[in-house]
């Protein structure tokens, strides 16, 4: 069955806490696929955070994470992930592991997503 | 970073009736322009891609029409199942970004 699994999700401290998301992925060629990380905040919209290039050569964040967030694959494993440091309370949010289809294209399959919680 | 201003905020309509759902680009993002569907509880589900190409298994009620700047979602005769919130995106400039969303409710 094509699907994309997340897990990881958490309830952290703000101000220094740090997660790891990992999204497993099955069904599919992994490696051929650029792969992204989506997250919404409860009640809000869609927001991209992340993509990265099938061979992992390339990598691209939202402002709002850079320097803070570092998405990576290992294509051996067919997983993707996000490590997210110094979490702050607006990263509250469910994020979702999405796949784009023929390489740069749309979103076109996601995973059931995984909540993320910056709480004191 | 282009924006993607969503229009109306909520549509209040009936089983039936049809749907124009608006979604304006801040500057040209040509035909990459996609439509998701997203249900309480649920991912997004992709409608549209390409601005007016609809994805694997969504009825032919869905339409996408547009390029440029400006793209409307039709959909022509609402289904119970149809109610739920829209979302626009596009993909011609990093940062990726997407609408605000649509309420479709029911009236």
């Known amino acids: 069955e094509v699907q994309l699994l997340e897990s990881g999700g958490d309830l952290v401290q703000p101000g220094g806490g740090s997660l790891r998301l990992s999204c497993a992925a099955s069904?599919?060629?992994?490696?051929?696929?650029?792969m992204n990380w989506v997250r919404q905040a409860p009640g809000k919209a869609l927001e991209w955070v992340a993509s990265i290039s099938g061979s992992a050569d390339a990598t691209y964040y939202a402002d709002s994470v850079k320097g803070r967030f570092t998405i990576s694959r290992d294509n051996s494993e067919n997983t993707l992930y996000l490590q997210m440091n110094n979490l702050r309370v607006e990263d509250t949010a469910v994020y979702y592991c999405v796949r784009r289809s023929g390489g740069w294209g749309d979103f076109d399959l996601w995973g059931q997503g995984t909540l993320v919680t910056v709480s004191s | 970073e282009v924006v993607l201003t969503q229009s109306p905020a909520t549509l209040s309509l009936s089983p039936g009736e049809r749907a124009t759902l608006s979604c304006r680009a801040s500057?040209?993002?040509?035909?990459?322009l996609a439509w998701f569907q997203q249900k309480p509880g649920q991912a997004p589900r992709l409608l549209v891609h390409g601005a007016s190409y609809r994805a694997t298994g969504v009825p032919a009620r869905f339409s996408g029409t547009g390029s440029g700047t400006d793209f409307t979602l039709t959909i022509s005769s609402l289904e119970p199942e149809d109610f739920a919130i829209y979302y626009c995106?596009?993909?011609?400039?990093?940062?990726?970004?997407f609408g605000g969303g649509t309420k479709v409710e029911f009236k």
């Open positions: 500057q040209s993002v040509s035909n990459y």
């Open positions: 995106q596009q993909r011609s400039n990093w940062p990726l970004t």
């Open positions: 069904g599919f060629t992994f490696s051929i696929c650029a």
